[in-house]
């Protein structure tokens, strides 16, 4: 069964700064979907990014990017430029090609300082 | 753009009762997704639906049904309702073919069962 690991239950950075979430998963596929969802308080799921690991470049999107280490099934988020509403618990969920559903990592609560 | 709808918003039950949520994906999209969130919990697979067929089930109680219509919204049956029920349910849809595309969340429905 694949797995996914966040093993940051808290991040917090500072307003403008940079800061990176880690995202390990274990799976015995090759081809497959990582994402990136956002959970603020109002508690909707929003997606942030998306990488197919068939795709060597790293994903990005604006402020945010991934660094995905296909041999080392890691998959880290790095948000550039920290916003206020950037606070979120941020989900980092994975799906088989040949599958339907996503299996979420635990969270990473992140707090911006103002 | 149009996003998933999902309701009731908040939905309120007593023990043993009968509760049934509603899921109108986005236009064209003809997959379903149902996921259940725990207090401080990654949000949990329950059932998905392709094309009005079931296409894959994590782990829904029995006391729990589902269905996807001709229109193709989706509806959660739950039935003999227990205080672990209580949680924040999610449906999400995707266009395409073996869930293929990116999976976008409803806003939720808030279930407390006292």
């Known amino acids: 069964a694949q797995t996914v690991t966040q093993s940051q239950p808290e991040m917090s950075v500072q307003e403008a700064e940079t800061v990176t979430l880690s995202c390990t998963y274990d799976?015995?596929?090759?081809?497959?979907?990582l994402f990136w969802y956002k959970q603020p308080p109002s508690r909707q799921m929003i997606l942030v990014i998306r990488?197919?690991?068939?795709?060597?470049q790293n994903a990005t999107e604006n402020r945010f990017s991934v660094n995905f280490q296909k041999a080392a099934k890691s998959f880290s988020l790095k948000i550039s430029d920290s916003q206020l509403g950037d606070a979120a618990m941020y989900f980092c969920?994975?799906?088989?090609?040949?599958?339907?559903?996503?299996?979420f990592g635990t969270g990473t609560r992140l707090t911006i300082i103002p | 753009a149009a996003g998933v709808i999902q309701s009731p918003r908040h939905l309120i039950k007593e023990k043993r009762e009968t509760a049934t949520l509603k899921c109108y994906p986005i236009p064209r999209h003809d997959t379903v997704y149902w996921y259940q969130q725990g207090p401080g919990q990654d949000p949990q697979f329950l059932i998905s639906?392709?094309?009005?067929?079931?296409?894959d089930k994590g782990s829904i109680p029995d006391r729990f049904s589902a269905q996807q219509f001709s229109d193709y919204h989706s509806e959660l049956n739950m039935s003999s309702l227990e205080l672990g029920d209580s949680a924040l349910y999610f449906c999400a849809s995707s266009l395409g073919l073996r869930g293929t595309d990116t999976q976008y969340f409803g806003p939720g429905t808030r279930l407390t069962v006292l």
């Open positions: 639906f392709y094309e009005k067929m079931q296409s």
């Open positions: 969920a994975y799906r088989t090609t040949l599958g339907w559903k996503l299996t």
């Open positions: 990488q197919e690991a068939y795709k060597q």
């Open positions: 799976t015995s596929e090759s081809d497959y979907y």
